[in-house]
């Protein structure tokens, strides 16, 4: 088994019992952050033995959901230059020249958000680049990880965008997309 570190991001309705309901339903290796007097949106970071990071992160929206409340989202996937060089252990130029083609074998994935002055790039991607190409110690755990967040991460969005709609848009919509 292998501790799995992430983030899920909630609303849970209030009630002084919800913290409480949901260590009973598992969560008793979470740290959770939320005002139960009052309810709204909350944080829980769990260290979460298990056999695969989908089974970890499964498991933690299963346990919440049973106890009513909606995940909104896991680990944040976006990360600045500055993030990587913490994340990896490097020097912010470091992560710049592997961003702009001065280091490595070229190839870094390109931002996911571009803006003048601070891009974002996915986590999951990067992580993938560097542990391919042996550049910073990221172990194929992470990598796992970083990729099963970022896929929990947009399905979970989806979901919920998937509620504006009709349910004849959404059905014609997710058949077009099978």
């Avoid at 309705?13 to 913290?19: A, D, M, N, R």
């Avoid at 106890?67 to 990896?88: F, H, N, P, Q, W």
């Avoid at 003048?116 to 391919?132: C, F, G, I, M, N």
Wanted: hydrophobic share 40%; aromatic share 6%.
């Amino acid at each position: 088994m292998t501790v799995y570190s992430f983030e899920l991001h909630f609303t849970a309705p209030s009630g002084e019992t919800v913290i409480d309901a949901l260590y009973e339903a598992g969560w008793d290796d979470a740290t959770v952050s939320l005002d139960p007097a009052t309810g709204g949106p909350g944080i829980a970071s769990f260290d979460r033995e298990a056999t695969g990071a989908v089974e970890a992160i499964a498991s933690a929206i299963t346990q919440g959901r049973s106890v009513g409340i909606e995940v909104t989202g896991v680990s944040e996937d976006l990360v600045t230059l500055a993030e990587i060089a913490d994340r990896t252990g490097r020097s912010f130029a470091t992560a710049d020249h592997w961003a702009v083609g001065r280091r490595g074998p070229g190839g870094f994935p390109e931002p996911k958000v571009r803006r003048p002055r601070v891009s974002l790039w996915s986590w999951a991607e990067v992580a993938t680049w560097l542990h391919k190409n042996r550049l910073a110690e990221v172990s194929p755990m992470e990598v796992e990880l970083a990729e099963v967040c970022e896929i929990a991460d947009s399905l979970i969005r989806a979901r919920r965008l998937q509620r504006r709609l009709p349910a004849k848009d959404r059905e014609r919509l997710c058949h077009a997309m099978a």
